[in-house]
């Protein structure tokens, strides 16, 4: 079985999907870490994001500078790049037909149920107002000890939000066929609550 969650920044993808994963025993992807993990190694060693791609390596995926903005500026903008993508894509479908637990899969990013898993069993797309996801993100930063400044989380969710959905290639979208969530008015014990029951019938 395979579950594809789609969404913007700071909907509470990353959250649920983990939390379903765990639920049902299935292997959990974050694919948006990929992305995080080209865009630094490619600003670190100074290569086309494209060869840094295809270089990427599961030691890559560790660095801990791949959680902050600057991390999601970098990959934001390398997953903007066709041959980025498709240097991605078999490493996503490998994991989701062939989980390491064998059970089932669950991925999280922007194009998995329009791309990577479109025959995915369940398709979530995950998503809340710009506003709550701003405040989300200030708040989570500032449980890291980190200095925010809300307009300048909110200008950068923004451009983020923009150059994902505009992007020629995988853009972010809704799949037809994909159920749509939406965390503004949830907590993640609520939206977990509403997927996990989803996921059932
Ligand atoms: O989910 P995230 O915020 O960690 O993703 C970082 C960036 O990576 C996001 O702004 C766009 C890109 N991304 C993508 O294009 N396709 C995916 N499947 C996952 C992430």
């Known amino acids: 079985m395979i579950i594809a969650i789609d ?3 700071a909907a509470g993808k990353g959250t649920l ?8 025993g299935f292997d959990y992807l974050d694919t948006g870490l990929i992305y995080r993990a080209v865009g630094m190694k490619a600003e670190r060693t100074g290569w086309p994001p494209e060869a840094a791609a295809l270089a990427l ?8 500078d791949l959680r902050g903005d600057e991390a ?13 993508r498709a240097a991605l894509l078999e490493f996503q479908r490998a994991f989701a037909a062939n989980p390491p637990g064998g059970k089932g899969a669950v991925l999280d ?12 069993d369940l398709k979530l797309f995950v998503t809340a107002s710009l506003e709550k996801r701003v405040e ?6 500032q449980q890291r000890g980190l200095e925010v400044i809300q307009t300048e ?6 451009e983020r ?9 995988a853009p972010l979208v809704a799949a037809n066929d994909a159920r749509v969530l939406d965390t503004s008015d949830l907590d993640a014990d609520q939206a977990f609550a509403l997927a996990f029951e989803l996921v059932r019938t």
């Open 7 to 9: 969404g913007p920044a």
């Open 17 to 24: 999907a983990r939390r379903l994963a765990e639920a049902l």
């Open 57 to 64: 390596t599961p030691s890559d995926l560790d660095g801990a």
């Open 72 to 84: 999601a500026q970098a990959a934001s903008k390398v997953a903007a790049i066709p041959e980025v």
């Open 109 to 120: 990013g922007r194009d998995i149920g329009t791309v990577v898993c479109p025959q995915a």
């Open 136 to 141: 989300r993100r200030v708040k989570e930063l």
């Open 153 to 158: 989380v909110f200008a950068q969710m923004k």
């Open 161 to 169: 939000d923009e150059r994902d959905s505009q992007r020629a290639v």
